[in-house]
């Protein structure tokens, strides 16, 4: 299994916190997450490959805040891959019924413009796009973890809609974890069900490098 991306290309990713990962502070420059795990699987699978990887994922961040920072933290680098995490922290603006909670409307409409804005500016840019997700198997009426995983379900749809639209790559995320979790205890992957530990970011480094593999 190769990876389509060539020797000589920029790969990016942006995203919240799970995709900053330590990245600005003394995990510099890429973080102790899934994009390290990443660039380390291209290291040791094809180690003739000179790519340049980028992080520019930021904790707390949400679909608004990337269209805010998306020219300077995206269009200006230029990259010939890109992939964007983004989602549960728009959900959890809901579910906390925040003044300025990003409701799917929201979220879709902003996911949409940034994704024309990125075509219009890098048309041959590989898009990839991947669920949010949120690590919890609860059902217990009225608690917090299953009124997020109901509230995430518009949220995925929305990146199924946005994917299918631009014709991105789309990795199945939540829908990967909720297999995993069939046969393993969640805190395997997620000390809590919004940051996976190193397992659980092993997984997603994995379904990126696959997504963008031959």
């Known amino acids: 299994m190769l990876l389509k991306v060539k020797s000589g290309e920029t790969v990016l990713f942006v995203g919240d916190s799970i995709t900053d990962c330590g990245r600005r502070a003394t995990a510099k420059p890429l973080g102790e997450g899934y994009v390290k795990l990443f660039?380390?699987?291209v290291t040791i699978r094809e180690p003739a490959k000179n790519v340049t990887i980028i992080n520019k994922g930021i904790g707390g961040?949400?679909?608004t805040d990337l269209a805010n920072r998306w020219t300077d933290d995206v269009l200006r680098h230029k990259p010939h891959w890109l992939s964007i995490l983004i989602g549960i922290n728009d959900a959890h603006s809901v579910w906390r019924?925040?003044?300025?909670?990003?409701?799917?409307?929201l979220f879709r409409k902003t996911y949409d413009e940034i994704l024309s804005r990125t075509r219009k500016?890098?048309?041959?840019?590989?898009?990839?796009?991947?669920e949010p997700f949120f690590i919890s198997t609860d059902q217990t009426k009225g608690t917090f973890r299953s009124e997020m995983l109901a509230l995430l379900q518009d949220y995925i749809e929305v990146v199924h809609e946005m994917s299918h639209k631009f014709r991105t790559e789309l990795v199945r995320m939540h829908e990967t974890f909720q297999r995993l979790l069939r046969y393993h205890e969640p805190d395997v992957f997620c000390p809590e069900p919004?940051?996976?530990n190193s397992t659980g970011h092993l997984v997603i480094a994995e379904a990126v490098y696959e997504a963008w593999s031959k």
């Not at 019924?97 to 409307?105: F, G, I, K, T």
Request: charged letters at 20%.
């Open 39 to 41: 660039s380390d699987l």
């Open 61 to 63: 961040n949400r679909v």
């Open 97 to 105: 019924n925040a003044p300025d909670a990003v409701d799917p409307l």
């Open 121 to 130: 500016a890098l048309p041959r840019c590989k898009i990839l796009l991947m």
């Open 194 to 196: 919004v940051h996976p």
